[in-house]
């Protein structure tokens, strides 16, 4: 039996990173992934919307990984449901994330924010504000046990060390033109300038400004220009959803995992699932997982430190089935981004199939504590993003204007005339956490080792729905400024319930009373083991986690540097 000073669960967003500085601070590493570890060679030909979107070649699919899902304890379980059907696709932003070294930075569009000051403070400004008694009955929002300084220094090196592009504005409090005037701060810009900017992404600018709104370029984990080796952007138009052929975003497979690979500390078995966490007799200590590679033979492997960051949702079930539930809190306080998705089109081309998803401009005029006085109860906001590009032929027939019949010449007519003309925006409205929105293992669905499947129970509750209808205000006002000849948006209550961007389900914490592990992510009940990620997440605003899970992933990794070296790495 091989031992290892750490085993690494999923080398993903945050896996990856973890992977890099232990390898180069000298321990063996153990990286395990139920995926590939791709090569450039496997995507050089990735402009595939059949392969890709509809067919999910890089989503593990319910097929292998199945997931259930229920809106109430009191409703049987489904298999994603809102992903079956004839015209449904296995595109992963509904579902689970890409698989393989990389993860979810393989899929991703890339969007990279840090979180605001207050966000790691909701419960705390939302009392101040509001009063305390106005958070919804039942929910278990707290604050989280760290705060934006303390993660400041880690979002910076995320920016710098995985190579983002924007245009910052608060650089130790001095605010540029055209930047975010409510951006936290921070003490150096980002390494890269703006990605070019889409052409629909132009009227929406100057229709926020005329509304007195604060545009700004979206920051993004996408090289404007080369950067460590990495190819600047091509503007190919198919980014959310598919891999980089020319290794242009930033993810881990081409960032961090390469640069752990070449320490030569660094043992990765890819097409290696992890079947369960083992730990000694009395269940106080891990010792080691037991994994099935791509020949389904059975292994066990010993380290003193396991880490887990195998996503949030599968990070629950391999805690589950080890049986380890935290005092109950493992798959508690689930969280996930409703995107109120709101399209229209305009009397200018916007050209939607050039360039990246995000190659555009938001808002924060309206986000977390700003939010604005309304009668709908909304408590927190978010950012109003504009949409500008990776609009492929298939994606635009599912998005198009629902008024419109989906075959005939009418709406041969409709694509033909309004395809080139088509403009997005999305928010990622506050999703609170709430006593009966949790994770666990479904009692009757398995996989193919025999593993129960992970099991959501969630539905969208009134402030999540009050939410997206006070957001789509915001941005109906925004297309009537540009002159929209058509608008629709997405129901408040849309039938999907996970986003990729799942979050809170081992929440860290200080007593483990009320949560899974320290902020860390060390887990409260097992010495050596960790959980890593978005699962640790207190609140959830309406940023994308990424950038936030990857300045967590290098805070843990410096804690678990010591560590290691404390145990002769």
């Known amino acids: 039996m091989t031992s290892f000073d750490v085993i690494i669960v999923g080398l993903g967003s945050a896996g990856g990173i973890l992977a890099e500085r232990l390898t180069t601070a000298g321990a063996r590493v153990l990286g395990l992934d139920k995926g590939a570890d791709y090569t450039a060679e496997d995507f050089e030909i990735k402009q595939d919307e059949l392969r890709y979107y509809q067919r999910g070649a890089i989503v593990s699919g319910v097929t292998v990984d199945p997931v259930t899902w229920r809106a109430d304890e009191s409703t049987s379980a489904r298999i994603l449901p809102w992903s079956a059907g004839a015209l449904g696709s296995d595109e992963p932003l509904y579902g689970m994330p890409s698989i393989g070294i990389g993860g979810g930075t393989?899929?991703?569009g890339c969007a990279a924010y840090r979180f605001r000051e207050a966000d790691f403070r909701m419960r705390s400004a939302i009392a101040e504000r509001f009063g305390a008694d106005k958070l919804p009955e039942g929910s278990t929002l707290s604050d989280w046990p760290i705060s934006y300084a303390?993660?400041?220094?880690?979002?910076?090196?995320?920016e710098w060390e995985q190579g983002y592009s924007g245009r910052a504005g608060n650089i130790k409090g001095q605010f540029a033109p055209g930047t975010n005037p409510f951006e936290p701060p921070r003490n150096r810009d980002y390494p890269m300038p703006p990605v070019p900017q889409g052409p629909g992404d132009l009227p929406w600018v100057a229709a926020a400004e005329r509304l007195g709104m604060h545009p700004f370029r979206q920051p993004l984990a996408i090289n404007s220009t080369e950067y460590e080796g990495r190819a600047a952007c091509l503007n190919c138009g198919f980014c959310h959803g598919y891999p980089c052929h020319v290794g242009a975003k930033s993810s881990t497979h081409v960032t961090s995992v390469p640069a752990a690979k070449l320490t030569g500390n660094l043992d990765l078995r890819p097409h290696s699932r992890v079947l369960r966490v083992n730990r000694t007799p009395d269940g106080r200590r891990v010792v080691g997982v037991t994994y099935v590679d791509g020949s389904d033979t059975v292994h066990e492997v010993e380290a003193p430190i396991v880490v887990l960051t195998a996503y949030a949702l599968e990070n629950v079930r391999l805690l589950l089935v080890s049986g380890i539930d935290g005092r109950g809190n493992v798959g508690a306080n689930f969280m996930t981004h409703n995107f109120g998705w709101f399209a229209s089109i305009l009397p200018e081309p916007t050209n939607p199939f050039l360039g990246t998803f995000n190659a555009s401009s938001a808002v924060d005029d309206f986000t977390?504590?700003?939010v604005p006085d309304n009668d709908l109860g909304v408590l927190w906001g978010s950012p109003v993003i504009s949409v500008t590009g990776d609009l492929q032929p298939i994606?635009?027939?599912?998005l198009m204007n629902p008024s419109v019949k989906k075959y005939g010449l009418e709406f041969k007519h409709w694509m033909r005339d309004n395809y080139t003309h088509m403009h997005?925006?999305?928010?990622?409205?506050?999703?609170?956490?709430?006593?009966?929105h949790y994770v666990d293992l479904d009692p009757n669905i398995v996989d193919r080792w025999g593993v129960p499947a992970v099991r959501i129970t969630h539905d969208w509750a009134n402030h999540d729905a009050n939410s997206v209808t006070l957001f789509g205000e915001i941005k109906q006002r925004i297309a009537r400024e540009m002159g929209a000849t058509q608008t629709w948006m997405d129901s408040p209550r849309p039938p999907y319930h996970l986003s990729t961007h799942d979050v809170g389900v081992h929440r860290m914490g200080f007593d483990p009373e009320t949560s899974v592990t320290d902020p860390f992510g060390a887990v409260h009940d097992v010495d050596g083991l960790y959980a890593i990620g978005g699962g640790g997440f207190v609140s959830y605003g309406g940023y994308n986690p990424n950038q936030t899970i990857q300045a967590l992933a290098y805070m843990s990794a410096e804690h678990l540097v010591e560590r290691a070296g404390a145990r002769g790495a």
């Not at 994606?395 to 599912?398: G, I, L, W």
């Not at 997005?424 to 009966?436: D, I, K, L, V």
């Open 424 to 436: 997005r925006m999305y928010s990622q409205t506050t999703n609170f956490p709430y006593r009966e």
């Open 395 to 398: 994606e635009a027939y599912h």
């Open 368 to 370: 977390s504590e700003l």
């Open 106 to 108: 393989l899929h991703w």
């Open 150 to 158: 303390d993660l400041e220094p880690y979002y910076e090196r995320v």
